[in-house]
Structure formats: C-alpha cells, structure tokens
C-alpha cells in the first residue's frame, strides 16, 4: 500500500516558515540607539553635548540642548542645534565603515523659522543631499543609500544666518551583512530536508 509521503513536506515548509519568521525584515526604528550596529557615536547627542563629532566652521553657534524654539527632540532627551550664525557651520565624524559594503544613512532635521536657509550632507568630501528652505518645519526624516570606501567620513553642514536647524536620530547601518541561520533554525530545516530526501527514496524504491 502506498504511503503518504506529506509528512516530510509538512517538516520542510514549517522549517522554512519559522526560518523566514525569524529572519524577515527588521522594522523600522525610530530610535537611533535601536538600530543594530549603528556605526554613529552619539547618534542622538544624548551625551548632552557633540561627544564623538568634530566640529568646524562657526563653532560658537552649535549646541546640543532639549527643546528649542518650540521644537522638541525626535527622540530621547537632546538634540543638536546650528544657527544665527555667519558662515557654515560643521559636524563630522570618521566611521569604521568596510570597502565596497552598502550603508544605509538616516537622520532628522529641523528647521525653527522662515526664513531662507540650507543644509548639505557629504560623505568623503561629496555632497549626497542637501536642503534649501524659506520656511520653519517639523522634524523630517531623511534617508540615502551609501557605499563604503573604508574608514569614511560623513560631514554635516548648516548655514543659517537668521533662523535654526535642529538635527538628531543619526544613523548608519551597513545593508550588506547577511543573516546567518541561528543553530536552532538551521537544526529544524535540515530536519525538515532529511525528512523530505527519506520519503523520496521510500517512493522510489517501491517503484
């Protein structure tokens, strides 16, 4: 009499299925402190001041502080403020980033009143992004795709002569890195592979 072979398929789509649970796509986190491997120090100025950046250009005019000019944090206690200041001012810091590996960058930024003002991001030098605005908005959420050189430097850049940009929620994760099986997953779908190689050698020695 023939047997049912279901079973051994039954062991292999609940493994894979409990893989696949276990290794989906991570949410969204609102949190810089939550991201997995955030390459940035001091990703929300939770220090209280702007450890583990560099700062140049108008220095005077930088600050990290709660809220300021009725705009709070995006998240946790502290952000960095830039602004009434003549020229541009700067924030930097050198990452331990791989070659040829793809980065994910996220942050927040802010700006308090309307008048004409800008900001540019750049990675070793080269502009990626950058914003000009002639009116005060909330905190926004800004996110580019970057690839790594090793030992990378990402800058910051505000010039604001009559109003201010609040920035906070830094980020940067590398996308390149692949999930490896945890042992028990990985013991469950060979399980669920053996199972479904025994019933097809069954099946063909009955034929």
Known sequence: MKRNTQPGLLSLFCAAALWAAAH???SAAGDCGTVTENLITNCGFETGDFTGWTRSGTTAMMAVNGSAYNIAPSQGAYQ???GRMQGTGTISQTLPTLADHLYQLSFDIAEADNFFS????KWNGDAMGFGL???GF???TYTYTLTGLGADILTFDFQALRTTYMLDNVSLADTSVVDVPEP???VLLLTGLTGLAV???KRK???
Do not use: K, L, M, Q
């Open 199 to 201: 019933a097809a050698r």
């Open 80 to 82: 960095a403020t830039f």
């Open 184 to 186: 028990a997953s990985a």
């Open 133 to 135: 605005n002639t009116s």
């Open 138 to 140: 909330g905190y926004t």
């Open 24 to 26: 989906g796509p991570a």
């Open 118 to 121: 800008g900001w540019d991001i």
């Open 205 to 207: 020695a009955r034929s």
